[in-house]
């Protein structure tokens, strides 16, 4: 079971970046999956997850309407597609995989992390 991130750099404010976590060794829509982020100084802190079944859900209130969470079943991917970028965004990027069957914003609930993906932002 792997994870792997990429997509990460640096971008101007009012940018966009979209984040790809590709996954092997298992089947990505069976599990819900997560995105977290990183500031330095701070604790781990979850973005959004897509659901096993449709849709995403965002913990973040800050992110909502900027970013969109999806998944790509015929390449066992997740994305995270980030615009209007701001410096409050910059951080390290993670994504995970559920343990169980539903999302959750608890870093906790989840059991394969990716290797995470620097994002900074700045003018």
């Known amino acids: 079971v792997q994870l792997q991130a990429s997509g990460g750099g640096l971008v101007q404010p009012g940018g966009s970046l979209r984040l790809s976590c590709r996954a092997s060794?298992?089947?990505?829509?069976?599990?819900?999956a997560g995105w977290f982020r990183q500031a330095p100084g701070k604790e781990r802190e979850g973005i959004s997850c897509v659901k096993t079944g449709v849709g995403s859900t965002y913990y973040l209130d800050s992110v909502k309407g900027r970013f969109t969470a999806y998944r790509d079943i015929m390449e066992n991917t997740l994305y995270l597609q980030m615009d209007n970028l701001q410096p409050e965004d910059t951080a390290v990027y993670y994504c995970?995989?559920?343990?169980?069957?539903?999302?959750?914003?608890?870093?906790?609930?989840?059991?394969?992390w990716g290797q995470g993906t620097l994002v900074t932002v700045s003018s």
């Open positions: 995970a995989r559920g343990s169980g069957v539903d999302c959750s914003a608890d870093p906790q609930s989840y059991r394969n």
């Open positions: 060794g298992f089947t990505l829509g069976y599990y819900p």
